[in-house]
């Protein structure tokens, strides 16, 4: 069974971060996809009052995995009501233009509203 969820330990994300090449500020968060203890995938993200930043997600070439790992990630977001969702990179931008999540390319801005509605993935 797979399971996505956030993690808490700041020692853990740290760790996730540096298999990124990514250095962590006081914000970030992970979401982290496993089946049983085998990670499949992950999201990077900083989390702030009023919004989120994703920084980085992996599986890139396995659509229906990365948007679930999105849509967790959004998820942490949004449940503390941090409804303005961006992106970093142009990696990024087109993974999630893939999936459908892309609302404005010029602010990098994602959809966080698509969390409430199915998925639009593209399916090759």
Do not use: W
């Not at 085998?38 to 990077?44: K, M, R």
């Not at 931008?93 to 993935?121: A, M, P, Q």
Request: glycine fraction near 8%.
């Amino acid at each position: 069974m797979i399971s996505v969820a956030p993690l808490t330990d700041k020692t853990e994300i740290a760790s996730f971060y540096k298999t990124a090449n990514l250095e962590p500020a006081e914000s970030a968060g992970c979401v982290v996809a496993r089946s049983g203890e085998e990670v499949l995938g992950f999201c990077l993200y900083d989390l702030y009052e009023k919004g989120i930043t994703v920084r980085y997600i992996t599986p890139r070439d396995d659509l229906s995995l990365a948007d679930g790992i999105l849509r967790s990630a959004l998820h942490v977001a949004a449940s503390r009501s941090a409804m303005d969702a961006r992106y970093e990179g142009e990696e990024n931008e087109i993974l999630f233009s893939k999936l459908g999540f892309v609302l404005d390319k010029n602010d990098r801005k994602l959809d966080i509203d698509k969390l409430f509605r199915g998925c639009g993935c593209e399916r090759h």
